[in-house]
């Protein structure tokens, strides 16, 4: 059983920064990409960033590029969402997500999730 719990959300002002954290258990967690998804009151789940098993590569949906770093720490078991210059469209519940796959494809290739912690940016 894999278990993903993020933590790190929170109420910011435009143009601050946040970093989110998720830590997995249940597996080696070397084995798994991840990724961070976000769903916005009344939008579909979007696949934000991800990152591979190795952590030699990533991927960044187009509005947060120059912006968002994924990162992770194998040791920890733990994957990082730093978040910089965020906007009143970054506000959304964030997801982490753990892929079987080395690096997924798209965001239809990730097998488990957590529940989410919420992030809200004022204007």
């Known amino acids: 059983q894999v278990q993903l719990v993020e933590s790190g959300g929170g109420l910011v002002q435009a143009g601050d920064s946040l970093r989110l954290s998720c830590v997995v258990s249940?597996?080696?967690?070397?084995?798994?990409?991840m990724g961070w998804f976000r769903q916005a009151p009344g939008k579909e789940r979007e696949y934000v960033t991800g990152?591979?098993?190795?952590?030699?590569?990533?991927y960044y949906i187009g509005s947060v590029q120059g912006r968002f770093t994924i990162s992770r720490d194998n040791a920890k078991n733990t994957v990082y969402l730093q978040m910089n210059r965020l906007k009143p469209e970054d506000t959304a519940v964030y997801y982490c997500?753990?892929?079987?796959?080395?690096?997924?494809?798209?965001?239809?290739?990730?097998?488990?999730w957590g529940q989410g912690t919420q992030v809200t940016v004022s204007s």
């Open positions: 997500a753990a892929s079987r796959r080395t690096m997924p494809a798209g965001g239809y290739e990730y097998n488990y």
């Open positions: 249940g597996r080696p967690f070397s084995s798994y990409a």
């Open positions: 990152i591979s098993s190795s952590g030699g590569r990533t």
